[in-house]
């Protein structure tokens, strides 16, 4: 078989073997590239869900307040802090204080007023969150710790 070359003095099976080889070589530097950033995480940690809340001095033996923006009831009674979360577990809705505990107005679930399930679709309680004391003394919510139900800071 003949080897016909061009003007240039390339043959087509040249032509081909050197086109073949670049892109191995641009895919093995692809490669090599994206090698190097799977070692790092794509998804950034999001900001800290520690919410420190002062002096428990402001918070006097039967308080029950909604933490608004971070979706958190807390509490205190006699015998200490506790927290729950207002997310639903059934689809994540905002559940509301009723005089028996609590209701999720999006499809019906009621809960206890220690946040387990009275009534579903909800398949469980309402998490209760890690009350702990800050280094200066202070009262501290972290939403991220899930605590078994009925554990309360004693302060
Ligand atoms: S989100 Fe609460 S019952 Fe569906």
Redesign the pocket.
């Known amino acids: 078989m003949s080897d016909k070359k061009n003007e240039n003095g390339i043959s087509r099976r040249e032509f081909l073997t050197k086109g073949a080889l670049g892109s191995f070589l641009v895919a093995m530097g692809g490669a090599t590239v994206g090698g190097f950033a799977l070692p790092k995480p794509t998804v950034s940690p999001g900001p800290s869900r520690r919410y420190k809340l002062g002096d428990p001095g402001k918070f006097p033996v039967g308080t029950a307040m909604k933490m608004d923006k971070e979706n958190i009831f807390l509490f205190r009674d006699v015998e200490g802090f506790y927290a729950i979360t207002a997310v639903?577990?059934?689809?994540?809705?905002i559940?509301v204080r009723v005089d028996d505990g609590f209701a999720?107005?999006?499809?019906?679930?009621r809960f206890a007023p220690d946040g387990h399930v009275v009534e579903?679709?909800?398949p469980r309680g309402l998490l209760w969150l890690e009350v702990s004391r800050t280094p200066d003394g202070g009262v501290m919510v972290d939403a991220d710790v899930e605590v078994d139900l009925g554990t309360k800071l004693v302060v």
């Open positions: 639903c577990t059934h689809l994540g809705c559940v999720c107005p999006c499809h019906g679930s579903g679709p909800a």
